[in-house]
């Protein structure tokens, strides 16, 4: 059975770095594009980061381009999302998610539990 779990959410002060990892079980990871989305308390779904199955093509959000990088390892069925800078407007949970296919198109087949992140000082 396809399994995702996310972990390396945490309380963080404003300036400070998590590093996010999304582990997948009962499937292969790299046949897929991944993507972190998050959802804050009252706000909508947002989309966060995207990656191919290749890792040829990324995509991050406007408000995390420069601060957030998306990177994965096949071999090990993980992809990582490194966050630097972070601001309160971070603050919330993190999922990752797998695309029907391997390019980026935002379809979310499937999504685990997600991890929170808090940024406050």
């Known amino acids: 059975q396809a399994h995702l779990v996310e972990s390396g959410g945490g309380l963080v002060q404003p300036g400070g770095s998590l590093r996010l990892s999304c582990a997948a079980s009962?499937?292969?990871?790299?046949?897929?594009?991944i993507e972190w989305f998050r959802q804050a308390p009252g706000k909508e779904r947002e989309a966060v980061s995207c990656?191919?199955?290749?890792?040829?093509?990324?995509y991050y959000h406007d408000t995390v381009r420069g601060r957030f990088t998306i990177s994965r390892d096949n071999a090990k069925n993980t992809v990582h999302l490194q966050m630097n800078n972070l601001k309160p407007e971070d603050t919330a949970v993190y999922h990752c998610?797998?695309?029907?296919?391997?390019?980026?198109?935002?379809?979310?087949?499937?999504w685990g539990q997600g991890t929170q992140v808090t940024v406050s000082s």
């Open positions: 998610a797998t695309d029907p296919g391997s390019s980026c198109t935002f379809e979310y087949a499937s």
């Open positions: 990656i191919s199955s290749d890792a040829g093509f990324t």
């Open positions: 009962g499937f292969t990871l790299g046949r897929y594009a």
